[in-house]
């Protein structure tokens, strides 16, 4: 029986090819673009459960209150793993994480920098069900001075031969780590990415004992099926024994007193298969991805889907009339309803199975580029992934049904008598439900064409605001401090002689790379009171450089011997922490007795600037003159004049590798840093802008189609109108006119859902732009002329006829 409703299915749509092929086209545009999204949704959920035992593993985190500064981040201090599982019977085992970049190795007479260099503990490869090549999980890094190392590692540093046993010098200092193992490379979708791990005990925090710094990641095995507020109430309880007494000995009240005015400090915990998407938790190993972007991706990938299916629909019951005598006869002749369901089901079916055929051809076309703009590797492996091929499947049913089951029981209802009769009406002038669908098309595609317009103009806002201190032509290098600390004013005053260098200034800390959070407390005022600032520890070139403006005081001068223990702050640090007299205050650095601590007088009081993305508030501020004999200096930014800037950056290479006995040379130039902290919304804006061309373009194809069949049905009007007088003018507008009044009402449709969701995206950002009135009015503009040119073949063709052939067509 199947079999025979098949064969008559494919000898109609062979029969209506042209309308066969607008609805197979459109369809596979809209599978292609939903596979292409359900692929991108799937890389960017977690690789994390996928770990043997996901729902046992929690991250630690902190969050706290000092003053008016809130904050919640994904570190932790060093003792909290070792503590945490001696004294909570929950916890199984622990492994702490700290992630260096940038890191100098050397095998032979090899040199290579690894950014995804981690330290961990014993317990990692057993909490991690990171698959080892070679080496047992609970073995590799249970010596000091272990390193594991990924696949792709081993055959850089190894090629062939086996990496186990061999050793690899780290540091300037040349310490050797013995490979103990090998992993297999981690999938780029994992919270946790690394190339090497070695063994925390080698770490110089591994034995600190301090509760308040927190500087590494922790993370948790836990007991199945745990108490959460059992076991809150367990970490309260270490919070209060080991945290309070710092806090006491450092700021001289007790953690009730302090916290009883407002103040509090909280370790927490949160479920490992949280992690990935929690954005809300800042993390120094990698930033978590934004749950908000898959919903908005998914909706994109389901209306795209609609779009296409309501074209189904549309030109299906369109051409209800042309096949409605088939319908009468075969009813007449004994078909019963269910079987002429069943047939036109069995026609939509077949048009899904080429349409998924011809989407598949598309996409092993366009998903390397798409991989290409996106900076992604996604894949469509049909037979690796065990949902591959079941998800098509499921694809092909369910688009079979959503577009099929409306015209297939539509066309099945007529009745033999006034279908023979002549009694149906044309499908045309019939197509109430087809104008609602058609709205629903296009109201999918102005609300991704306002949302593409919205994302464009906030991107463009974040790259060319004004950020308060000058980031063009400005080149960083990183790992300064292999200079050595009493050479940094020697390689300064030798790049200056280089043409084409303006200034260099040294620091721990430069815009898009905070490092440094501190919390002080303020002279004459109750002790109880803290104050959470960043802190930068600068030379006297750094402001000069940036092109930092002063609003009131100064910077910091060689005139004063005092501006050791001087300061300069922002703005946001006065108003946030209502300073009246910015030059008679004093912050103080707590320290472990009253003598150890010191008092930092403001001498200077700067004109706010932007030390991280606009995602972010400016923060208060503290710049202090960095001490010579201190050795962790980072960063060193040289301002250079943009012409020659290549023959610039190999002198200034060539000093640096004359300083460091031949190390890698590694910068970044500032603007195009800040650009990467936006990659996030300049993928979301490449997708958007592809996804609504392609949803207009499938809205496009079904209004090309039905506008034919439309003017194809009322060429019998047209003629009889042209001949009484009527302009080609008239008659373009009479089939029109429809289409506008039908945008029109999706544009109202559209907005208000627009208004609401992009309004809710911009809240992500801490500045943002005035959404204004004009990304919608040019939303409708687009739809609405690209519909109108849509149509003006048909229409002109249509009103250019001959009159005397239209009369003669019916």
């Known amino acids: 029986m199947f079999q025979s409703f098949f064969k008559i299915a494919l000898r109609n749509l062979i029969r209506q090819r042209a309308y066969a092929l607008i609805n197979i086209f459109g369809l596979a545009i809209g599978i292609a673009c939903s596979i292409l999204i359900v692929l991108f949704v799937i890389h960017e959920s977690s690789y994390d459960s996928f770990h043997e035992k996901a729902g046992q593993i929690r991250q630690v985190w902190i969050t706290g209150k000092f003053a008016a500064a809130e904050f ?3 570190t932790t201090a060093s003792p909290t793993g070792p503590v945490f599982l001696e004294e909570i019977p929950e916890v199984i085992n622990f492994t702490r994480v700290d992630r260096w970049d940038n890191v100098l190795t050397r095998y032979g007479d090899r040199t290579f920098l690894e950014d995804h260099f981690y330290w961990a503990d014993s317990g990692f490869f057993e909490i991690f069900s990171f698959p080892l090549i070679k080496g047992d ?15 792709s590692t081993a055959r850089k540093y190894f090629g062939d031969e086996d990496p186990v046993g061999k050793t690899i010098e780290v540091f300037s200092d040349s310490t050797s780590y013995n490979i ?3 992993f297999r490379d981690i999938p780029d979708n994992s919270s946790l990415y690394f190339d090497m791990v070695v063994d925390f005990q080698s770490h110089h925090r591994a034995n600190n004992t301090q509760w308040t710094s927190n500087n590494i990641q922790t993370y948790l095995l836990t007991e199945e099926d745990v108490m959460e507020e059992d076991f809150q109430e367990k970490i309260n309880t270490i919070t209060v024994k080991y945290v309070g007494p710092e806090i006491q000995r450092f700021i001289g009240i ?19 298969l949280d992690v990935h998407l929690n954005n809300d938790i800042t993390s120094n190993l990698r930033p978590a991805g934004n749950k908000k972007y898959l919903y908005i991706f998914s909706s994109i990938a389901l209306f795209i889907i609609l779009i296409a299916c309501i074209n189904f629909m549309n030109l299906s019951t369109a051409r209800s009339a042309g096949r409605a005598r088939e319908v009468g006869l075969r009813k007449v002749v004994g078909s019963g309803k269910g079987s002429l369901v069943w047939q036109f089901l069995a026609e939509s079916f077949l048009m899904v199975v080429v349409a998924m055929v011809v989407a598949l051809l598309i996409l092993e076309l366009v998903l390397p580029v798409f991989n290409r703009e996106v900076q992604l590797s996604l894949v469509l492996d049909y037979f690796g992934d065990w949902y591959v091929i079941p998800g098509l499947l499921l694809f092909v049913v369910v688009i079979g049904l959503l577009a099929g089951s409306y015209p297939a029981f539509y066309l099945g209802s007529f009745k033999p008598v006034a279908v023979l009769s002549g009694k149906i009406e044309q499908g045309a002038r019939s197509g109430f439900l087809r104008r609602i669908l058609v709205i629903i098309q296009f109201s999918i595609s102005i609300f991704i064409i306002l ?14 605001k004004d950020l308060g201190f000058n980031k063009e032509q400005m080149l960083v290098i990183q790992r300064f401090g292999e200079i050595g600390r009493r050479r940094v004013e020697t390689f300064k005053q030798e790049i200056a002689k280089i043409p084409g260098v303006i200034s260099s200034a040294s620091s721990t800390m430069v815009p898009g790379h905070t490092n440094n959070y501190n919390g002080f407390m303020m002279e004459g005022r109750p002790s109880d009171q803290t104050f959470l600032l960043e802190v930068n520890w600068i030379d006297h070139d750094f ?18 011997a005092t501006d050791s223990f001087a300061i300069v702050v922002n703005e946001m640090t006065i108003q946030n922490f209502t300073v009246e007299e910015p030059f008679e205050t004093r912050f103080v650095e707590p320290g472990n007795t009253q003598e150890e601590r010191d008092y930092l007088q403001i001498i200077g009081v700067m004109k706010d600037f932007h030390n991280e993305s606009l995602h972010s508030v400016i923060r208060p501020h503290m710049m202090r003159i960095r001490d010579p004999e201190w050795g962790w200096i980072p960063y060193l930014s040289i301002r250079v004049e943009p ?23 590694q910068y970044f130039f500032m603007d195009d840093d800040f650009e990467q902290h936006y990659e996030q919304e300049a993928r979301t804006r490449i997708i958007f802008t592809i996804f609504s061309i392609l949803a207009i373009f499938v809205a496009c194809l079904g209004l090309l189609g ?16 042209k001949a009484m007088g009527a302009s080609a003018n008239i008659i373009v507008r009479l089939i029109s006119k429809e289409i506008v009044i039908l945008i029109c009402l999706a544009t109202l449709v559209a907005w208000p859902f627009a208004y609401f969701l992009t309004r809710n995206w911009l809240n992500d950002f801490a500045y943002r732009i005035d959404l204004g009135i004009m990304p919608f009015l040019l939303s409708f503009v687009f739809a609405l002329v690209i519909s109108l040119v849509t149509i003006s073949v048909q229409a002109i063709t249509a009103a250019l006829k001959n009159p005397a052939d239209s009369l003669r067509y019916e």
Request: glycine share 6%.
């Open 72 to 74: 919640q981040a994904a």
């Open 643 to 665: 012409e020659n800037m290549s023959r610039t950056i190999r002198q200034i290479e060539n000093v640096w590798k004359e300083f460091t006995n031949d190390q890698p040379f």
């Open 543 to 560: 402001p000069e450089t940036y092109g930092l403006e002063i609003t009131s005081g100064r910077f910091h001068s060689h005139d004063y």
């Open 254 to 272: 007790t953690l009730e007193d302090w916290e009883a005015v407002g103040n509090f400090y909280q370790i927490r915990t949160q479920p490992m």
């Open 451 to 464: 949302g593409t317009l919205v994302i464009n103009k906030q991107l463009g806002y974040m790259i060319n």
């Open 137 to 151: 999980p609970s073995r590799v890094l249970a010596e000091p001075r272990s390193m594991v190392i990924s696949e």
């Open 180 to 182: 103990t193992g090998v």
């Open 706 to 721: 039905l506008t034919a069949f439309t003017t194809e049905q009322r060429t019998r009007e047209i003629g009889i109108r």
